[in-house]
């Protein structure tokens, strides 16, 4: 791998260890030093191929995706989704939306609800959003923490109150945004990755992969001995 000789601190690793049962084994992949994939799978090749690809996936979404391993049909059906979900949140009449629209921007789908955001971010600096949740008379309070600050959502429906939270943990990190289409797009444009990452994570997603079916079919034949 030529780009990581020249750049270890990029070198991407992998830590392992049992889930709680023991019966699995978890995978994590490290970039930097900085979680950016993890997977459980009760084979352990298995674990580090699936790490990789929430690795990448996470790393950039707008390239990578899961749907990228699956059978051509599922591709197009999910395809077909993500098209109807970018239809639904385009509203050329209204223009861009106002970072104050709460109503708005929580019905958002795809990559631009502000949980997805608030997560997508996160993951590429480290961290990890944390929430928390509780019951004040007929509404769920949802409570985030991510980069030391925090924010709350209040909904009836427990899915709208931690879109409420994200959004205003985003507001809280982001104060001088006045609209959500330029958030988003200023972490799209912050939270670029460089390609050769990618391109090395990218192999050692394929080896892995190759291995995976080598020992599945050492394991056919075993038992078929």
Partial sequence: MEWCKKNTSFKPAFQTKPSADARSTITEVLLDSKIVG??????????????????????????FNVGMWEDPTK?????KKEDQKEADNKDDSMGPIHIDDTAKIIKLTGNMDPVTVLKNYCVTNGQTPTY???REEDKTVITVLAFGKTSTGKAKQRTQAKQQAALNVLRLLFPKAKTWDGLVGSLHKTNEVNWSVLSDLAQELLAVHDKVKDEDQLQTKKRRM
């Fill in 75 to 79: 591709q197009q059906e999910n395809q």
């Fill in 38 to 63: 993890s997977a459980v799978s009760h084979n352990k090749s298995n674990s580090k191929f699936l790490a990789m690809i929430d690795a990448l996936c996470k790393l950039s979404p707008k390239e």
């Fill in 132 to 134: 928390s949740s509780q």
